[in-house]
Each structure stands twice: as C-alpha cells, then as structure tokens.
Nanobody
Framework: EVQLVESGGGLVQAGGSLRLSCAAS????????IGWFRQAPGKEREGVSC????????WYHYSVKGRFTISSDNAKNTVYLQMNSLKPEDTAVYYC????????????????????????WGQGTQVTVSS
C-alpha cells in the first residue's frame, strides 16, 4: 500500500522560503513519479512540480520555475520541494502524489496534467504567504 505524508507548510512573508517534505512508504520508490500539486480556495488543483525518481528528470510549472526546486532522497524515500521567493499567489494547500511509472514511459511534462493518473495522495499541508 502506497502511503504519502506531507509536512513543512506554514505562514511566511512574501519573499520568504519554505521546504516541504513528502515521505513515502509501501512501494518501490524508483518506479514512481512523485508530483507536487496545490489548490487554493475556489481554484482548480494544479501541478506545481514533479520528479521521476528513477531517472531524476524534473518538471516545473512556469509560475514557479526558478523559484522552486524539487529533489529526492532515495535513502529516505522522501521528496522535497524547496520554495524560495514566495509570493502571495503561492498560497494554497500543497499535496504530494504518486503514480507508478518506471523510466521510459510517458513524459512527466505530459503526466502532470493527467491528475487522475496519480492514484495515491497525501493529506496536504497549508502554505500561506502574507503580503
């Protein structure tokens, strides 16, 4: 059984930083793509970033490119999202999610937009950025 637990959210001022963590268990880490998504009140859930754990490829939404960095620590089965230069529009509940996808399959740039493919989700962590 795949289980994901997010942590690291909080309240920060605009321009500040947070580091989110997604701890995974119950599956072979290298065979999965791990994505970060966010959802603000009244808005659609959107992909923020994702990583193919097996081959290390990454993807970022244009709105966070250059500010956020996704990484994985395979020894700890954990994926991180380092968020710098935070803006009020980054305020949302952030979720991590997993989909079985060994390297060589669908590109992660395509996969991130097919949200139903991500069958396992964490509980979410609130990120609030004040102006």
């Amino acid at each position: 059984e795949v289980q994901l637990v997010e942590s690291g959210g909080g309240l920060v001022q605009a321009g500040g930083s947070l580091r989110l963590s997604c701890a995974a268990s119950g599956f072979t880490f290298d065979d999965y793509v791990i994505g970060w998504f966010r959802q603000a009140p009244g808005k659609e859930r959107e992909g923020v970033s994702c990583v193919s754990v097996g081959d290390g490829s990454t993807w970022y939404h244009y709105s966070v490119k250059g500010r956020f960095t996704i990484s994985s620590d395979n020894a700890k089965n954990t994926v991180y999202l380092q968020m710098n230069s935070l803006k009020p529009e980054d305020t949302a509940v952030y979720y991590c999610a997993a989909v079985f996808s060994p390297p060589g399959g669908m590109s992660i740039a395509t996969m991130i937009y097919d949200i139903p493919k991500f069958g396992s989700w964490g509980q979410g962590t609130q990120v609030t950025v004040s102006s």
